[in-house]
């Protein structure tokens, strides 16, 4: 349970960062063709930064996760046929 | 799995601190989120859409990152302690832990503490060791054999008269510990020995 929480905060993250990428533009304090304001240049900005974040925070996590997994497995003995035929 | 692939995959201590180090980038995102509108003076009089964006949006992200931040530390002690790296410690009043030693000692109540055993070996056996030679009980102990089998064991006597003047007669099987000096320096090693496995066992817990 901790484990799906904390991995669903990192996921929850990404959309976050999206938000703040989109949100001069969807609330529209950056009007179409006009220049660059400061408070758009700077939620872009960090919207970016969370988002990137977030991304390679959860890939990060959910690949020690499998990585785990592939530790903890049972390996499989000699004597078992391997299916590759050679 | 060669170097380059251990090297970029991460391990199980690089999967927590991964999540910790993205949550707490994006808490102190969100912080910077809150700050901004009124550090760098884009909050005029009435409230400006960009700062109820940016409150709303650091406040929300900031709910987030401590909540992943949370789970990820929580996670990571649990593994910790599977691990036996943590370990628990006392905590709580000084009533609550007395309670519960209480009844951890209740529990464990059959198991006999081998210091206490030990004490108790050597007040039995006081007299005996500071008694001397001429004096020494008529009475010595018998120690059965490493793979001496019980009717073995049985059939040997149990009490044996200390004659001084005729040696004591050793019989095949089980070892049977002589009466005075060599006994008493006999039960002597065996209570250094106690001793010995007792700090033995200590330090493998410990380990």
Redesign the interface.
């Known amino acids: 349970m901790?484990?799906k929480?904390?991995?669903g905060?990192?996921l929850?993250?990404l959309p976050?960062g999206a938000?703040?990428i989109a949100?001069?533009f969807v609330?529209?304090?950056q009007p179409a063709g006009a220049p660059w304001?400061?408070?758009?240049r700077?939620?872009v900005a960090?919207g970016a930064?969370?988002a990137t974040?977030?991304f390679?925070?959860?890939f990060?996590?959910l690949?020690?996760?499998v990585?785990?997994l592939y530790a903890g497995r049972p390996q499989p003995g000699p004597e078992l046929p391997s299916g590759i035929e050679s | 799995m060669n170097g380059a692939e251990s090297s970029a995959?991460?391990?199980?201590t690089?999967?927590?601190v991964?999540?910790l180090?993205?949550?707490g980038?994006?808490l102190c995102?969100a912080g910077?989120?809150v700050l901004?509108?009124f550090a760098?003076g884009?909050q005029g009089r009435g409230w400006?859409?960009?700062?109820l964006?940016?409150l709303a949006?650091g406040g929300?992200?900031a709910v987030?990152?401590v909540?992943?931040l949370i789970?990820?530390t929580?996670?990571w002690r649990?593994v910790l302690r599977a691990d036996g790296v943590l370990t628990r410690a006392e905590r709580g009043p000084a009533r609550a832990r007395r309670r519960r030693g209480r009844a951890e000692e209740e529990q464990g109540g059959g198991q006999a503490d081998p210091e206490q055993v030990l004490t108790a070996l050597r007040a039995l056996l006081a007299p005996v060791l500071d008694a001397p030679a001429e004096h020494a009980p008529a009475v010595a102990a018998v120690i059965p054999g490493p793979r001496s089998a019980p009717e073995e064991a049985a059939q040997v006597p149990r009490v044996m008269p200390a004659d001084p003047a005729r040696p004591p007669v050793m019989p095949a099987g089980p070892q049977v510990m002589p009466a005075g000096p060599e006994g008493i320096a006999v039960i002597e090693s065996m209570l250094a020995g106690a001793e010995l496995l007792m700090t033995g066992c200590d330090e493998e817990e410990a380990w």
């Open positions: 901790v484990n929480i904390a991995l905060g990192l929850a993250m976050a938000w703040l949100a001069p609330v529209r304090y304001t400061g408070p758009a700077l939620d960090v930064i969370v974040a977030g390679a925070g959860f990060a996590a690949a020690g996760r990585r785990e | 995959c991460p391990g199980p690089g999967r927590y991964a999540g180090c993205a949550a980038l994006g995102a910077w989120l901004t509108p760098f884009y400006h859409a960009a700062t964006t940016d949006t929300g992200l987030i990152c909540t992943t789970a990820w929580l996670a649990r």
